[in-house]
């Protein structure tokens, strides 16, 4: 009997709904059953079109860390709250993940603030969603050998494309929770006695499995669909892999190759489809690449050489899609009386397309969205990663409200035709009294890279006599979306020339060629810090890359090679992530860049707002890892996991496997 698990049910079950698992919320309670130990031994897959459609529940899944509805809330938003790039904002919700030093514990994940879906984080849902992805791809690495029909070059593309989303997982899954059980089996009886294994061991096996699918994956355009897993993205992720075992010459062969010898190039000009926004008369664009290039019509298209895989998530069979709710999530909460203009009266008003007073010069609401601003970015992200040399490029398409790419509160206008202040921008402050008109500066008052997050709804545009009073792409809609693209394999190979050698004059050359492409006239002339790669990331990926999971990587990167942060830090490899408290020194280069540039750890922030009028931001150096989730440690009934350093429960004496071949050893002596 073929070696099974309850999960291919799922699969099998998952293909006969379609879209619609895929599309809906998704609840803790279908994920309740631990994802270590499925098994049923009744299932098997022995053909093309089993293994195929397998292999599309893992592509459209990796889609959904960007764009799962959780409640009005995306689950990417968490990974951003812990980096120096954003914080939770949904101040009316008392369990708002701000004190994530106090409130995230290993328990938190039972009804506490890691499973709390209310607008305010989704941790559980990355460790949950990880192992369902590790699930999926071993299904597929257990049957693809039992399949006759595929001859051994179509097995080994499987294969690779598997390891790629098992591989992905892990990654992920590493450096959000360090040492985590290694799962690379379909079992035939539950396996309730795993230990974890190290970050170490894992990493040095994904790395010779995506070793194996560079090998064997083809070009996309010897995929021709677009979404499936293309050599070009294993390239990626094995460059990835390569920087975090400290193999950084490998690693920039790599991106050598994906750069020089792959077909892909930056786009330079205005391409594709030209979207001129929700209202061109309330906010006009004018046509550049970097709005082009961020254009949902536009990913992925033939014309665009810059991408190297991206997640279709638009088309015709819209039941099949996920709403990407950037529009709703992402911008600030200004729609109701506690944005005020200097009268005292509400400043900004919805008025219906279809109403007498409609003016389309003031229809923020189809222009910037219906936001509610569950998460903010910080000071940091707005203003201050956009100076160089110490001087704020005016320049950079990336942050240009002259272009229309960027929105600060300012560029609002007051459009309440009742309002001594109509057709005035908004102001912050009664210059008359000085009295602050925004109740909630957390919530309400911030910039927003209007080029990243404007998302079309066409159904919802077309709705101008609907019962809810909210008229057109209010939310966001169906998006494709980056998982790779070129920029970022630039990114990479100056983060990898850093590590050889920090003093290469050419690691500002893979900078500048980007900030060129955005048009900036401040480049990098002189010695480039591990800084100024991360602050370039910042303007290039920003919700694209997964920031927390980069922070860390790059923090085990300079552990690993002893070479110094922008601060003339240097870390050691044995303590860098084995450390407690919320003070300024010490911790790892992730810790660092927080405590310089975030909102955290500098004191209560008063604010008038109901719920949580006090919030006080702080993170720990021990958060550097999650807490493994206790539901995870107890499930695991006959063994022990290692909980992380800090965290309640945490034993140093706890065996783990060093290295994958025990644990997998371990893992088949259970069958």
């Known amino acids: 009997m073929r070696k099974t698990t309850r999960y291919a049910n799922y699969i099998a079950f998952s293909l006969l709904l379609g879209g619609t698992l895929i599309s809906g919320s998704c609840s ?10 499925f098994y049923d031994p009744e299932t098997s897959f022995n053909s093309r079109a089993e293994i195929e459609a397998t292999m599309a529940i893992c592509d459209r899944h990796l889609k959904l860390y960007w764009m799962t509805n959780h409640n009005e809330m995306l689950s990417l938003g968490t990974e951003y709250i812990f980096s120096e790039l954003m914080v939770a904002a949904a101040t009316d919700k008392r369990n708002m993940l701000a004190d994530v030093a106090n409130m995230l514990t290993p328990t938190s994940d039972d009804g506490g603030a890691a499973n709390n879906l209310d607008r305010t984080n989704s941790l559980w849902y990355f460790w949950d969603e990880g192992y369902k992805g590790i699930r999926n791809a071993n299904t597929i690495l257990n049957y693809i050998d039992d399949v006759d029909e595929l001859d051994e070059p179509t097995k080994n593309m499987f294969k690779g494309q598997a390891y790629f989303h098992r591989s ?25 006695d795993y230990r974890s294994t190290t970050r170490e061991a894992i990493l040095k096996m994904i790395t010779q499995e995506m070793e194996f699918a560079v090998e064997w994956v083809p070009e996309q355009s010897e995929i021709g669909l677009i979404g499936m897993v293309n050599k070009g993205a294993c390239r990626m992720l094995l460059t990835k892999c390569y920087l975090a075992i400290g193999e950084y010459e490998k690693a920039k062969e790599q991106t050598d190759i994906l750069i020089d010898q792959s077909g892909y190039s930056l786009m330079q000009d205005s391409f594709g489809t030209f979207n001129e926004g929700g209202e061109a008369e309330t906010w006009p664009i004018t046509r550049n690449v970097i709005w082009d290039l961020h254009r949902s019509e536009n990913k992925l298209i033939a014309a665009n050489r810059e991408v190297i895989m991206g997640m279709p998530n638009r ?53 910037f969205g219906r936001g509610i601003g569950t998460f903010r970015p910080t000071r940091y992200q707005m203003t201050n990663v956009w100076r160089l040399n110490g001087v704020m490029d005016q320049n950079d398409l990336r942050h240009s409200s002259q272009t229309g790419n960027w929105i600060s509160m300012e560029d609002y206008r007051v459009n309440n035709k009742a309002s001594t202040e109509f057709g005035k921008p908004l102001a912050l402050f009664n210059p008359d009294n000085g009295k602050l008109l925004c109740s909630d500066t957390i919530r309400r008052w911030f910039d927003v890279p209007h080029y990243k997050f404007y998302l079309d709804d066409p159904v919802a545009e077309a709705n101008i006599d609907g019962s809810d009073g909210y008229r057109g792409a209010t939310n966001g809609g169906h998006a494709d979306w980056y998982l790779y693209r070129l920029a970022e394999a630039y990114l990479l190979r100056a983060e990898a020339k850093y590590y050889i050698n920090p003093s290469d004059p050419t ?24 800084g100024d790669i991360m602050d370039e990331r910042a303007r290039e990926l920003y919700w694209e890359e997964w920031r927390n999971v980069e922070l860390k990587r790059v923090s085990l990167c300079l552990a690993r090679s002893g ?61 550097m890892h999650w807490p493994i989730p206790n539901s995870a440690i107890t499930a695991n009934s006959s063994g022990q996991l290692t909980q992380n350093y800090g965290y309640n429960g945490y034993d140093p004496a706890t065996p783990k496997w060093e290295n994958w071949e025990d644990a997998v050893a371990d893992e088949s002596s259970t069958e």
């Open 563 to 623: 070479k110094p942060d922008e601060w003339g830090n240097t870390y050691d490899l044995s303590n860098y992530d084995q450390q407690q408290g919320t003070d300024e020194t010490g911790g790892s280069y992730w810790y660092q860049r927080i405590v310089h540039y975030s909102m955290y750890n500098k004191g209560p922030i008063q604010i008038n707002a109901p719920g949580n009028s006090n919030p006080n931001y702080r993170m720990d150096k021990k958060n």
């Open 168 to 192: 992905f997982r892990y990654m992920g899954l590493v450096f959000q929770y360090g040492d985590v059980p290694l799962v690379t089996k379909l079992l035939e009886a539950p396996k309730q």
């Open 507 to 530: 690691i500002k050359d893979d900078l500048n060629i980007i900030r060129k492409r955005a048009q900036c006239s401040e480049l990098y002339t002189g010695t480039v810090t591990i």
């Open 28 to 37: 803790r309670d279908f994920l309740n059953p631990d994802p270590l130990s």
């Open 315 to 367: 088309g015709a069979e819209a039941e099949s899609f996920v709403k990407m709710l950037t529009m709703r999530i992402l911008y600030p909460f200004v729609f109701d009386n506690r944005v005020q203009a200097k009268d005292g009266r509400q400043a900004l008003m919805n008025i219906r397309r279809n109403a007498a007073d409609y003016n389309p010069q003031y229809d923020y609401m189809r222009s």
